[in-house]
T-cell receptor, first 109, second 114 residues
Framework: GENVEQHPSTLSVQEGDSAVIKCTYS??????FPWYKQELGKGPQLIID?????GEKKDQRIAVTLNKTAKHFSLHITETQPEDSAVYFC????????FGTGTKLQVIP | NAGVTQTPKFQVLKTGQSMTLQCAQD?????MSWYRQDPGMGLRLIHY???????DQGEVPNGYNVSRSTTEDFPLRLLSAAPSQTSVYFC?????????????FGNGTRLTVT
C-alpha cells in the first residue's frame, strides 16, 4: 500500500514569513494529493489539492507543487498569519488516500 | 447543511465495555469512512463504505465493526473496548470514492478507555 512521509513534524515561523511542508509517497499509481488543515478541537478541512497531471497549483497565499518523478509534493504558505497556526496533513492515493503524520505550524506574531 | 455530525464528543469507557460512535451526514454522500488519530501517527483508516449495504476494512479494522443501512448514517461499534483504542475518532464522507471527491470530516469523538 501507499506510504506517506511528512516533514517537519513541527514548524515555527514569524508572521509574514513563508512556511514549507514536504511530503514523499511510495506508490507510483497515486494520482491525487490533497492537503488538509486541522484547527484545535476540529476535524481536518481540505485547503488545496493537486492531481498528477498538474505540477503546481496556487490559491491566494497557498501553493502546492508536485514532482512525480521524485515522488514528492510540497505545501507553500506565503505571508503567514497567526490564523495559519494549525496542524497540516498531506495525503496521497488513488481510490483511497493515505495521510502523512502531520505538521504543527506555529506562526509567531 | 450540518455536514458531518459525530456524537458523542467525549466518552470514557472501562476495558471490556461496548459502545457505538454515531456519524451522520446530510450531503447525500455515497462514501463514508472512519479514521482514528493518534499522536505522531496521522489519520489511519479503520473502515469505509462506498454506499448503503457495502462496507470494507481499512488499515486498522481490528476491534471495530461498522454497518451502513442508510446513506446518511455510518456508526462505528466497539464490541469490547481496550486501552489501545484510546484515540480521537473522525468520521468523513465524500460524494464518491475516488480522487475527485474531497473528504468532509466531522469534529471528532475523543474516546478514553481505562
Amino acid at each position: 500500500g501507499e506510504n506517506v512521509e511528512q516533514h517537519p513534524s513541527t514548524l515555527s515561523v514569524q508572521e509574514g514569513d513563508s512556511a514549507v511542508i514536504k511530503c514523499t509517497y511510495s506508490d507510483s499509481a497515486s494520482n491525487y494529493f490533497p492537503w488538509y488543515k486541522q484547527e484545535l478541537g476540529k476535524g481536518p478541512q481540505l485547503i488545496i489539492d493537486i492531481r498528477s497531471n498538474v505540477g503546481e497549483k496556487k490559491d491566494q497565499r497557498i501553493a502546492v507543487t508536485l514532482n512525480k518523478t521524485a515522488k514528492h509534493f510540497s505545501l507553500h504558505i506565503t505571508e503567514t498569519q497567526p490564523e495559519d497556526s494549525a496542524v497540516y496533513f498531506c495525503a496521497a492515493g488513488y481510490q483511497k488516500v493515505t495521510f502523512g503524520t502531520g505538521t504543527k505550524l506555529q506562526v509567531i506574531p | 447543511n450540518a455536514g458531518v455530525t459525530q456524537t458523542p464528543k467525549f466518552q470514557v469507557l472501562k476495558t471490556g465495555q461496548s459502545m457505538t460512535l454515531q456519524c451522520a451526514q446530510d450531503m447525500n454522500h455515497e462514501y463514508m469512512s472512519w479514521y482514528r488519530q493518534d499522536p505522531g501517527m496521522g489519520l489511519r483508516l479503520i473502515h469505509y463504505s462506498v454506499g448503503a449495504g457495502i462496507t470494507d476494512q481499512g488499515e486498522v479494522p481490528n476491534g471495530y465493526n461498522v454497518s451502513r443501512s442508510t446513506t446518511e448514517d455510518f456508526p462505528l461499534r466497539l464490541l469490547s473496548a481496550a486501552p489501545s483504542q484510546t484515540s480521537v475518532y473522525f468520521c468523513a464522507s465524500s460524494l464518491s470514492q475516488g480522487n475527485n471527491s474531497p473528504l468532509h470530516f466531522g469534529n471528532g469523538t475523543r474516546l478514553t478507555v481505562t
